[in-house]
């Protein structure tokens, strides 16, 4: 052995003495190889640039439907109108009370404009606010769609009420807007679902799929006493799902860098949630005297750990598949990086890391947002206590993110769990961008808003659908309303608004959406 190790040995140290000195003839085919290493690698990159066949539908023949846009915004405005709120932890009681009977409100306002729809659709309350609508499709075996949205909206933030341009609730339209809270999130889902079912009653349109408009009573506050209720009914009526459709992504114009269409993003999965609390207990004390480590310097030590150290990225995940479908309407130098994300990967990586946002789609993240501990300027804490928040990417489970932080705080003094009184979600399924139904959207689009380039992405938020999971595989989240990155700070924020040409649109895609499933 000894000696088969040292004839290994003498050989190496004789080729990097031959190496050391090439001779020109060696060094002049060693360039030539490089030459052409560089030749095929630009052939490959080129060549795949072009030659990666497109995932877009291009533009598909259409009628659209005739619909009067001024009574479709009135009908909006209307339900506006009614402060549906949903409080965090449930609220007072005159809030409370404020929200039934705006509820009571809208549930008489919907009736009486869309009656239609109500004579003909069977309609029923389930827990106390939610509006479940089914309209039976002709041929029993086909699998029925639902498509939905939420009532509830958040409330206006303290303080904000007198930056609006119209009041939340005035149902104002002016300007070419709808004004109000709800208008982007999510009673233009709501109304333009009705609206849609009462044109093409009005056409004398029969489905043969059964139809399902689902609309939650609580999706601001977790969704427990509405979807998740409307799910356990339509659950034990055994009913399984062809798809669901609920708000989520949307079709956004300049939002995506190198990408001047405009691109519908259609959640084929959310992220999850967990949070956890992490507890430091020490012997507490005067500060005259203090110890090394206080429970402060520990949790703070142990927070900075987590921050520094994230969950691994992954660029190859759902933002790669976003990158397939979108990148091939992006601009040259951005086609030919999205076409060969093996070779561009890690470069991709490194530019979406460096913006919050897309860093929030490439893994799951950790966000510090609760931190408390002393009283007193003079005493040393015996306790601080810290929640992180986590949004899981779907792949990743609630157990390996807490065995990460586990792994990464390393710190037994550091003491951990789920919050408490909060349920931790795991992150959804991931549905197939590559399924007939997810086609069906993809179709839609190509007719209603033919210059839109199709994407399937990963919905950093959380929506209702999440209740629907044990009803089918097939779940996308997507809102067919054009957003401006202004328009972004909107949603739950102030002067929230939908132009009249917008939310007409919706309806448009909702009605097609229907025909195209169940005519
Ligand atoms: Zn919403």
Do not use: C
Not at 66 to 91: K, M, Y
Not at 324 to 329: L, P, Q
Not at 374 to 403: C, H, Y
């Amino acid at each position: 052995m000894a000696l088969r190790a040292q004839s290994v040995v003498g050989y190496s140290r004789h080729r990097r003495r031959a190496a050391r000195v090439p001779s020109r003839h060696s060094m002049k085919s060693l360039l030539k190889l490089l030459a052409l290493l560089i030749i095929v690698l630009l052939v490959v990159v080129v060549g795949r640039t072009f030659l990666l066949p497109s995932k877009q539908m291009g533009k598909l023949p259409y009628t659209p439907e005739a619909l009067d846009s001024q009574q479709a915004s009135r009908n909006l405005a209307g339900a506006i109108a009614s402060p549906t709120i949903s409080w965090e932890g449930g609220g007072t009681d005159p809030q409370r009370k404020a929200t039934q009977e705006a509820f009571a409100g809208l549930h008489a306002y919907l009736e009486k404009t869309f009656p239609q729809v109500y004579a003909k659709l069977e309609h029923e309350t389930i827990g106390e606010n939610n509006l479940l609508f089914t309209w039976k499709g002709s041929d029993p075996s086909l699998k029925p769609i639902l498509l939905m949205g939420h009532q509830d909206v958040v409330p206006v933030e303290t303080g904000t009420e007198g930056k609006w341009t119209h009041g939340a609730f005035s149902g104002d339209i002016a300007d070419g807007f709808i004004w109000g809270r709800g208008a982007l999130d999510d009673k233009m889902t709501v109304v333009g679902l009705l609206q849609a079912v009462d044109l093409l009653l009005s056409k004398g349109f029969q489905p043969k799929r059964t139809i399902y408009l689902a609309f939650g009573q609580d999706e601001e506050i977790g969704g427990m006493e509405g979807a998740e209720k409307i799910a356990q009914m339509l659950k034990s009526r055994g009913v399984q799902l062809e798809f669901v459709e609920d708000e989520g992504g949307f079709i956004s114009r300049g939002l995506v860098p190198g990408v001047s269409a405009p691109v519908a993003m259609i959640g084929t999965s959310e992220k999850g949630y967990l949070s956890l609390e992490l507890t430091v207990e020490t012997q507490g004390g005067h500060s005259s005297v203090p110890p090394p480590e206080s429970s402060i310097g520990i949790l703070a030590a142990a927070i900075r750990r987590i921050e520094k150290h994230p969950m691994p990225a992954h660029v190859h995940g759902p933002v790669g598949e976003f990158l397939e479908y979108a990148g091939g309407s992006a601009s040259f130098p951005m086609r030919m990086v999205f076409s060969n994300m093996w070779l561009f990967g890690p470069v991709v990586q490194y530019i979406l890391e460096s913006s919050p946002d897309s860093n929030a789609t490439l893994r799951t993240t950790a966000a510090a947002t609760i931190f408390q501990a002393g009283t007193k300027d003079n005493v040393m804490p015996s306790q601080a206590k810290a929640v992180v928040n986590f949004r899981l990417l779907p792949g990743d489970t609630i157990a390996s993110v807490t065995e990460h932080v586990r792994k990464v705080v390393n710190d037994p003094r550091v003491k951990m769990q789920p919050l408490p009184g909060e349920a931790p979600a795991e992150a959804s399924p991931r549905s197939s961008a590559e399924s007939p139904e997810f086609r069906l959207l993809q179709k839609t689009l190509a007719q209603v808003y033919p210059d839109a380039v199709v994407a399937p992405f990963v919905f950093v938020g959380g929506t209702d659908s999440k209740h629907y999971a044990a009803l089918t595989q097939n779940i996308f989240r997507f809102a067919p309303m054009v957003l401006e990155s202004e328009d972004i700070a909107r949603i739950h924020g102030t002067n929230e608004r939908i132009g009249v040409g917008n939310f007409a649109r919706m309806v448009e895609f909702y009605s097609q959406l229907m025909r195209n499933a169940a005519g």
